[in-house]
């Protein structure tokens, strides 16, 4: 189930090991961020903020502004698992809890899947391998990676949101869309008027508050 995860994620890890060693990090150091951190969108601004000389406590403040989402993605799960839930690794399996890897579990619990650990661990943990694979390439290969392909370059900006969105498309309902669409529009103003965190933190609060309101009144 983590392969459509995993053909997202590795072009955009080899981009960001290019990325990486194009800033001046060393091959060890490039491949270690990718170990250690595992954000996705967040660790080419963490690469920017670290090499640019900002102070680390806002870099790390930044960082977890930006990755506040990720605090509701393990609750959300439990709850729709139901009794079937176990959380007794849930150290390990919430480490590879991105949004891919959320929106994947998420969908195949809504299709009828038993939730497991060992069923969203699988698919964080080849998530992760990925990842650091990908990055692991980006360093060996360089700037020549993406010279051949110069179209790959130019659509890496869209291949995480776009995956997400395919993801999430798949198990929704019509009777969600208007929570999506709440969410969405909260989203765009949030981003345009503030920053891109705020956004997606006022998107996030406005559509649970909206299917909090639709549970409530049925």
Partial sequence: MSIPVVLGYFPIAVAFGVAATRAGLSPAEAVMFSVVIF????????????????????TAVTLIVMNLRHV???PVLLEKAGRHAGARHAWAWAWCLTD??????????MRGRRFSERLVGGIGLGAYLAWIAGTAVGVLAG?????????????????????????LLSFLDKTQ??????AALATVLGTFLV????????????GAAIGALKRASQ
């Fill in 100 to 109: 891919e890897v959320f929106a994947t579990t998420l969908g195949a619990l």
């Fill in 39 to 58: 954000a996705g969108a967040a660790q080419f601004l963490a690469l920017t903020l670290v090499t640019s000389g900002a102070p680390l406590v806002l």
């Fill in 195 to 206: 920053s891109p965190s705020v956004g997606i933190l006022a998107g996030m609060i406005l």
């Fill in 72 to 74: 509701i993605y393990g």
């Fill in 143 to 167: 700037e020549s990676a993406f010279e051949a392909w110069p179209v790959l370059d130019a659509a890496l900006g869209f291949m995480l949101p776009s995956l997400f969105l395919a993801l």
């Fill in 177 to 182: 869309l208007l929570t999506v669409a709440a």
